[in-house]
């Protein structure tokens, strides 16, 4: 039973709790049982018989995880993503979680496929793959057949919804014990759970990830880094989403293959720099963060591809991120200054974003600021260069400082701000493990400035602004003609005239001369802009700025010469007699 806002009443609330309760359970018994096996015999001075013993810890924790099942397979994924919270022997191991979950079996997949698009699988694929390409937390993916096309489809688990819906319960228990628990270490890892809920509540629902997928695709037309693969729209449901196949190697083999020694070279695409493929993760990621304000908020390296010439192939967009363009001004403003260490320009757009309550304080943020800055930054580099950075951490920690400091002023940003965060989390973790001798500080640093450049270009260049100037041009266009009329007939006085004959013939030809000078003048002015518009090179941004520039010097330098002849003129008329 359930009421009319669909939340369950009477018997299914008691239902609702009962099923919780045996997830707990289950829940529990796993953790005791690989805590147990990992811990007791040392603790009791022997080994025990089985063999099971003998895993070591990370590949103990790595089981734990999957045999929970449920959203703690994405907790240890997101685990995984932290190097500074575990050590990197773990990290490795939770690794296989983001695409090595134990499958469900083909039959229960055919199973699915009928039941959501109405026929067998048989009738609409040409061909699909009984094996999965990869496995996750809440489906599996199978490669398929459509007429021509080759394409992905994902299939969400048979028991995702109810398993998860247990799941987040016992998540927001957790949750209630850890902020009244007096531990500061465990901080990270409230923030970090309230994401996760939030995360896995969107990605039980696959039209909404279609959703973004579709809209990132169009966006990522018009970047030559970056490809998403198009949506099968009327073979999308809510537990199945098919999508386009993107041919390409996964960034997560290529790390494993790195990380046992071997030469990865044979997974390499078509002119693949791994300097260039790092920035290219970190450029998208800030265009489609500010100047879209849409993003790939789960970049872990499974849902990452290497394509040929370095372009980017993104997949699996059920984590996105939405920014409003009041989040997006202000957040620029405080990653490039967190990358060149400007705490109070940091604390200056930090403050906008951020939410308060009767026990906020803002002035013990600042100082805690402060203190932060000394421990992240080498104080001997005033103004990183272009190769170097002031941090002496990443920014993982970073982010992970400042959110525990956030919480113990009751100063957490907004939500979209923390996922953010968030990702920059993730991207800073890929990169490192990526290209270890990347400076992620430096270059964002460079990278936030030219975004900040660029947007005061395109402020100076947007509609309003040209409003507001033609609108202070008026005058000038209706007088401005009888102006340059009387400017032209009048020469006596003028600063350009100085020290000609005082008689009437030379006065006359100074006269013609002058005009000429002035003629000439105007016209330099005014053809420079054109000139400028017609052989400069750039954008058509570039040139119209160098245009404003240009009529910025020629109205100031026509100010002065009228200026100058006024004063010139005044004391002339002084020292002729009445």
């Known amino acids: 039973m359930s009421a009319g806002n669909g939340l369950p009443t009477g018997v299914g609330r008691i239902a609702a709790w009962w099923t919780d309760?045996?997830?707990?359970?289950?829940?529990?018994?796993?953790?005791?049982?690989?805590?147990?096996?990992?811990?007791?015999?040392?603790?009791?001075?022997?080994?025990?018989?089985?063999?099971?013993?003998?895993?070591?810890?990370?590949?103990?924790?790595?089981?734990?995880?999957?045999?929970?099942?449920?959203?703690f397979v994405k907790l240890g994924q997101l685990l995984a993503l932290q190097p500074d919270v575990l050590p990197a022997a773990y990290c490795n191991a939770l690794y296989g979680l983001l695409d090595r979950v134990s499958p469900f079996s083909f039959d229960r997949v055919c199973r699915i496929l009928e039941q959501e698009l109405g026929a067998p699988p048989g009738e609409i694929f040409s061909y699909l793959d009984p094996e999965p390409l990869a496995t996750a937390s809440v489906g599996q993916v199978h490669v398929a057949q459509l007429g021509e096309l080759k394409v992905a489809v994902k299939v969400q688990r048979p028991e995702a919804g109810d398993q998860f819906a247990s799941d987040l319960s016992i998540l927001i228990g957790v949750l209630w014990i850890l902020r009244r628990l007096p531990l500061r270490r465990w901080l990270w890892l409230v923030k970090a759970l309230e994401e996760l809920i939030d995360w896995t509540r969107e990605e039980l629902d696959y039209r909404q990830e279609a959703r973004y997928t579709e809209h990132l695709y169009r966006l990522a037309r018009n970047n030559p880094a970056q490809r998403a693969p198009r949506v099968i729209t009327h073979l999308t449901t809510r537990r199945v989403l098919v999508t386009e196949f993107l041919n390409g190697t996964v960034l997560l083999q290529y790390l494993r293959a790195q990380e046992k020694g071997a030469e990865p070279a044979h997974l390499e695409p078509q002119g693949f720099d791994r300097k260039r493929f790092a920035t290219h993760v970190i450029d998208n990621f800030l265009l489609d963060a500010f100047g879209n304000g849409v993003y790939h908020a789960d970049l872990h390296p499974a849902n990452l591809l290497m394509l040929d010439h370095n372009v980017v192939g993104y997949i699996d967009f059920g984590?996105?991120?939405?920014?409003?363009?009041?989040?997006?001004?202000?957040?620029?403003?405080?990653?490039?200054?967190?990358?060149?260490?400007?705490?109070?320009?940091?604390?200056?757009?930090?403050?906008?974003?951020?939410?308060?309550?009767?026990?906020?304080?803002?002035?013990?943020?600042?100082?805690?600021?402060?203190?932060?800055?000394?421990?992240?930054?080498?104080?001997?580099?005033?103004?990183?260069?272009?190769?170097?950075?002031?941090?002496?951490?990443?920014?993982?920690?970073?982010?992970?400082?400042?959110?525990?400091?956030?919480?113990?002023?009751?100063?957490?940003?907004?939500?979209?701000?923390?996922?953010?965060?968030?990702?920059?989390?993730?991207?800073?973790?890929?990169?490192?493990?990526?290209?270890?001798?990347?400076?992620?500080?430096?270059y964002l640093a460079r990278r936030c400035e030219e975004y900040l450049t660029q947007r005061r270009r395109r402020e100076r260049l947007a509609p309003d602004r040209w409003l507001d100037w033609a609108a202070s041009q008026g005058r000038l266009w209706r007088e401005g003609p009888e102006l340059l009329s009387r400017w032209l007939e009048q020469p006596e006085h003028d600063p350009l005239t100085w020290g000609t004959s005082g008689d009437t013939?030379?006065?006359?030809?100074?006269?013609?001369?002058?005009?000429?000078?002035?003629?000439?003048?105007?016209?330099?002015?005014?053809?420079?802009?054109?000139?400028?518009?017609?052989?400069?090179?750039?954008?058509?941004?570039?040139?119209?700025?160098?245009?404003?520039?240009?009529?910025?010097?020629?109205?100031?330098?026509?100010?002065?010469?009228?200026?100058?002849?006024?004063?010139?003129?005044?004391?002339?008329?002084?020292?002729?007699?009445?």
Do not use: K
Request: glycine share 8%.
């Open 21 to 71: 309760l045996r997830r707990l359970s289950r829940v529990s018994r796993v953790a005791i049982r690989h805590l147990w096996l990992w811990q007791g015999p040392r603790l009791l001075g022997r080994m025990a018989d089985t063999e099971d013993v003998s895993d070591p810890g990370p590949d103990r924790l790595r089981r734990m995880f999957e045999d929970m099942g449920g959203i």
């Open 319 to 442: 984590i996105t991120g939405v920014m409003s363009a009041h989040g997006r001004r202000h957040l620029i403003f405080m990653t490039w200054a967190l990358a060149v260490g400007d705490m109070g320009l940091f604390y200056q757009h930090y403050m906008q974003l951020a939410t308060f309550s009767a026990r906020s304080d803002p002035q013990a943020f600042r100082r805690g600021l402060d203190r932060l800055g000394e421990q992240w930054y080498d104080p001997d580099v005033a103004r990183p260069q272009r190769d170097e950075t002031a941090l002496r951490v990443n920014f993982t920690r970073i982010m992970v400082d400042l959110l525990a400091l956030a919480r113990r002023n009751d100063l957490l940003p907004e939500r979209d701000i923390v996922r953010y965060m968030r990702s920059t989390i993730a991207i800073d973790g890929l990169v490192t493990r990526f290209h270890p001798d990347f400076h992620v500080g430096s």
């Open 505 to 578: 013939a030379s006065s006359h030809g100074s006269a013609r001369d002058d005009r000429g000078r002035r003629v000439l003048l105007f016209g330099v002015f005014a053809l420079t802009p054109a000139l400028l518009m017609a052989l400069g090179g750039g954008s058509s941004g570039d040139l119209l700025w160098r245009t404003e520039l240009v009529f910025l010097v020629s109205t100031i330098t026509c100010l002065m010469i009228e200026l100058s002849r006024l004063v010139f003129g005044t004391r002339a008329s002084r020292r002729s007699p009445s």
